[in-house]
């Protein structure tokens, strides 16, 4: 078996008249946390939707567990027990909390078939979804969505989980409780593929990077040699962790 749970080969991707990803190979341990950075407009959104089937790759190779996923179908690619929780988060706002999580989860019909071990875990990684359980998801904060996103993606178990800049906007207090959560997760041995503009939060949860710029990865290794190199974070990123 492969140390990569998922690996991308020479990935091209057109949106319309654009071009957007130009070969972009990328490799994510399984069991570990993998960190997407890059400056805004780098292809980091796209490479996620890429890799979801959400747009097509236009040339290149998607390999998740053995599997050649390039061609599959979203659904299909879901079916793997791949979980993807978007930048925009797709929380449903005129459903409670609880119908949220129940449509996620895929085995239950009915609140009360959800497994409540994971249930109890979940609601321990993110008290507000417990909290919170019978209220309307559009009267949540901010926070309290980004943790009902991720919470949603894990009520059943997964494989790989792929999750677009968890942290944005948020405030450090509920930061801090995100990154307590996905340690959890990666010591629980989810395989997590994230997308993240916060620094210090990619700092405290990678195990490896890649640093992705103008539609190519451009550099790819590990988490802590990348932080403890200040030239380059200012070539790769124009910025100092």
Do not use: C
Not at 202 to 226: I, P, Y
């Amino acid at each position: 078996m492969s140390d990569n749970l998922l690996t991308l080969k020479g990935v091209q991707t057109h949106i319309g008249a654009y071009h957007i990803l130009h070969g972009v190979d990328l490799e994510v341990p399984r069991g570990k946390l993998t960190m997407l950075l890059g400056r805004n407009g780098a292809g980091k959104t796209t490479t996620l939707r890429t890799i979801m089937g959400l747009w097509k790759a236009s040339a290149g190779s998607i390999t998740f567990n053995g599997q050649d996923i390039t061609a599959m179908p979203t659904p299909q690619i879901a079916g793997l027990n791949v979980a993807y929780v978007p930048e925009s988060m797709g929380i449903f706002s005129d459903l409670t909390v609880k119908e949220n999580m129940l449509l996620a989860a895929r085995s239950a019909r009915t609140a009360s078939q959800i497994d409540a071990t994971r249930l109890e875990w979940i609601f321990r990684l993110f008290p507000a979804v417990e909290k919170f359980w019978n209220h309307p998801a559009g009267k949540l904060s901010g926070g309290q969505k980004q943790m009902l996103a991720v919470a949603r993606a894990i009520v059943e178990p997964r494989e790989l989980l792929i999750i677009d800049e968890p942290s944005k906007g948020l405030a450090p207090a509920i930061i801090n409780n995100m990154i307590d959560a996905f340690a959890q997760l990666k010591a629980s041995g989810v395989t997590i593929l994230l997308v993240e503009q916060n620094i210090n939060f990619a700092k405290r949860l990678g195990d490896t990077v890649a640093v992705m710029d103008n539609g190519v990865v451009v550099h790819a290794g590990a988490m802590q040699a990348l932080a403890e190199d200040e030239a380059l974070q200012h070539s790769l990123l124009g910025l100092a962790i």
